[in-house]
């Protein structure tokens, strides 16, 4: 039978006032729809927390279940500039990256060798796990979450 089922993440880094509000109004929307909520807010809204968060909820679903998994707080981005003289003349290879992140409430616990935030290849892999779980059988790839 299908669920309804959502996570919320607040994540009030820096002392957002914002995020813890967001999630209570967004729950009391989901509640008067029958979903199932489960939370990840203020501080459990760190990287480990979150990504727990997100392995849980894949766990629970069930094909035809509807799933929202609903963010609010700070993102970030870090993007290298283009070195033009690093490149061969006429080439359509650049050297520039850029990475966007969400930041758990520790990502000020981040070291060069430790990162708390979660890079948005993370988040996707992990929403397309949730996909994969919530499909049907016969369009099923694989369960990884």
């Known amino acids: 039978m299908a669920s309804r089922r959502a996570l919320l993440i607040a994540s009030p880094y820096d002392q957002l006032r914002g995020p813890l509000n967001d999630a209570r109004m967004i729950e009391t929307t989901l ?5 199932t909520i489960s939370k990840c807010c203020g501080t459990d809204a ?4 979150i990504l727990l968060a997100l392995t ?8 035809e279940d509807a ?6 707080g ?12 690093q490149n061969e003349k006429g080439s359509d290879i650049f050297s ?3 990475y966007q992140f969400l930041l758990p409430v520790d990502y000020h616990m981040s070291t060069p060798t430790d990162f708390h935030g ?9 929403l397309r796990s949730i996909t994969e779980s919530n499909r049907s059988e ?6 990884e979450c």
């Open 74 to 85: 700070h993102g970030g981005l870090v993007e290298s500039s283009i070195d033009e003289s």
């Open 96 to 98: 520039s990256w850029r």
């Open 46 to 49: 760190t990287r480990n927390g």
């Open 67 to 72: 799933v929202v998994v609903y963010y609010s």
């Open 31 to 35: 509640n008067t729809l029958g979903f």
């Open 56 to 63: 849980r909820l894949c766990e629970q679903i069930s094909q």
């Open 118 to 126: 979660i890079l948005d290849i993370e988040l996707s892999s992990m």
């Open 138 to 143: 016969e369009r099923r790839v694989g369960k």
